[in-house]
Nanobody, 123 residues
């Protein structure tokens, strides 16, 4: 059974840096699209970054140039490097495994989700 466990969330000042990790078990991070989503109370979960099996990456406009999604196939871990953090980046970050090799932002196209890790950015 596939399992995703996020870590690395913290409280940081605006302009700071964090790296989130998503450790996968029961599956391979290179076999399906992998993605990061985030959610704040009262808002719908939104896509942040995704990486297809063929390594194409797509970012939300709000994080382009600041966030980088990567995966370590040997360690079976997905990462999200977050630089120049802003208060609007605050939220719970979830990693997810897609159904297909390519990625969409459609929640229904994701099979498995982690439990989330909290990121709080104070200005």
């Amino acid at each position: 059974q596939a399992q995703l466990v996020e870590s690395g969330g913290a409280s940081v000042q605006a302009g700071g840096t964090l790296r989130l990790s998503c450790a996968a078990s029961g599956m391979s991070v290179r076999s399906n699209c992998m993605a990061w989503f985030r959610q704040t109370p009262g808002k719908e979960r939104e896509g942040v970054a995704n990486i297809a099996t063929y390594s194409r990456t797509i970012y939300a406009d709000s994080v382009t140039g600041r966030f980088t999604i990567t995966r370590d196939d040997a360690k079976n871990i997905l990462y999200l490097q977050m630089n120049a953090l802003k208060s609007e980046d605050t939220g719970t970050y979830f990693c997810a495994r897609g159904r297909y090799a390519g990625c969409t932002w459609n929640h229904g196209d994701y099979l498995d989700w982690g439990q989330g890790t909290q990121v709080t950015v104070s200005s």
